[in-house]
């Protein structure tokens, strides 16, 4: 049996092939059953001829219903109005499993295909972004090994809020309280004093209450962290990195990014340096766009959108006011109003997908912030404690995946970017 895919490049024109997937639709017309296959590298036309084919398996092929197991042998042909030009002429047709009736059918309400998300997936569009996400990881991947970077494999149960201690997941641990991880951040920083660079993939779970086209409950976080970097080295990473992660999927699923219909010359096309803008130039230019906004304010998805709508490529929102960011972030010497942080954000109006800074090393100023935001000093000292035996400057940041997948793969909404959301109304399937 060859892949789809593989027949699909008519190497094996007039010669015998084999494929073997899942019904995607049927037809007959007269002593011929079309049916489409799919597998997981795309769909193939294949034709059974009564007198060809045995009439057992005539009867079979035309029976079956979509999404039956099969298997089909035959010789591939030039057919102009098939998919992919090409169809394979059956000798041989196997049912190697049937199908009750598919609950999905054409037209179907969010609602349904949520709750039948386990067979969903098996859609060419979440198979394109599966494949895509995929090979992001790839590139990204590539990137830390190339660039001397380890691996590293934090804790997902904690006792440390890095971010927002409001939308924390409150666990029942032994006989004492726990969180899932927001973020992998501390646990990276501490790895830093013997690795150096490091970087990982893991889950972060936000109780999110609001229902957003942006934000899961449980995302995959890619994150790093470095010595001896600072802010602007830190986003030079995040450039080099999201193009690593883009120019894979461009290389890799030029015709998975098709069907979302996106463009994968247009991803080759992103390239370092992104463009950068102030909070304060932001400000300004919202403004100038008729935002009601002055200093102080956030950027939400509204902003950021405006930001970005009319740009093709990433763009840098640098030094927040403090009150808008977490604790652990380096004053910016040159406004102490503000700290030495980015935001970068995805073009097409689709806003934020890292969040990243260089971390304050001076511990008294930690130790004023942690006070002032009313968090216990006792659950952070571990963390304080890195700034007393050798503290160096250093950096990282937080890349959403499914929020870049949304803005690669052109998704309306991020729990398309992840076969199985988690979202406040949903855990099920
Ligand atoms: O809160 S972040 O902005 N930053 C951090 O967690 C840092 N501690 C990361 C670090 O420096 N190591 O989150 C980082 C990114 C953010 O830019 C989004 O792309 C994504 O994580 N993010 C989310 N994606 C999906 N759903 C939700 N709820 C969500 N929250 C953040």
Known sequence: ????????????????????????????????????????????????????????????????????????????????????????????????????????????????????????????????????????????????????????TPPMITGVAPEDSTTLFQIKYFDRIAYLSQSAQFYLESLIYSCERVWALTPSFRAEK???????????????????????????????????????????????????????????????????MSYEEAMASLQKSGFDTSWGSDLGAVEERALTKERDTPLFVVNYPKELKPFYMKENPDDHRTYKNSDLLAPEGYGEIIGGSERETDNSLLVDRLREIGESLDNYQWYLDLRKYGSVPHSGFGLGLERMVTWVCKLEHIRDATPFPRTVARVYP
């Open 210 to 276: 609001s229902r957003t086209p942006r934000h899961l409950a449980e995302y995959w976080h890619l994150e790093m962290e470095a010595a001896w970097i600072d802010n602007d080295g830190n986003m030079k990473v995040q450039e080099e990195l999201v193009t690593a992660m883009i120019g894979r999927a461009a290389v890799d699923c030029p015709a998975e990014l098709k069907l979302l219909g996106r463009d994968a010359a247009d991803l080759g096309r992103i390239a370092p340096p992104f463009d950068r």
């Open 1 to 152: 049996m060859q892949s789809i895919a593989k027949v699909l490049s008519g190497d094996s024109l007039g010669q015998p092939v084999g494929v073997h997937g899942w019904i995607y639709r049927t037809r007959s017309s007269g002593g011929i059953v079309f049916v489409v296959v799919r597998d997981s590298t795309g769909i193939i036309q294949t034709t059974m001829r009564k007198g060809v084919v045995s009439d057992a398996e005539f009867e079979l092929a035309s029976s079956a219903g979509i999404e039956s197991a099969v298997e089909v042998e035959g010789t591939l042909a030039e057919d102009k109005r098939a998919p992919g030009g090409l169809e394979i002429r059956a000798s041989k047709f196997s049912l190697v499993a049937p199908s009750e009736p598919f609950p999905i059918t054409e037209y179907q309400s969010t609602e349904l295909l949520l709750d039948q998300r386990h067979l969903w997936i098996r859609s060419r569009e979440q198979t394109a972004v599966t494949r895509i996400k995929a090979a992001m990881l790839r590139g990204g991947r590539e990137w830390f090994q190339e660039n001397d970077y380890v691996e590293v």
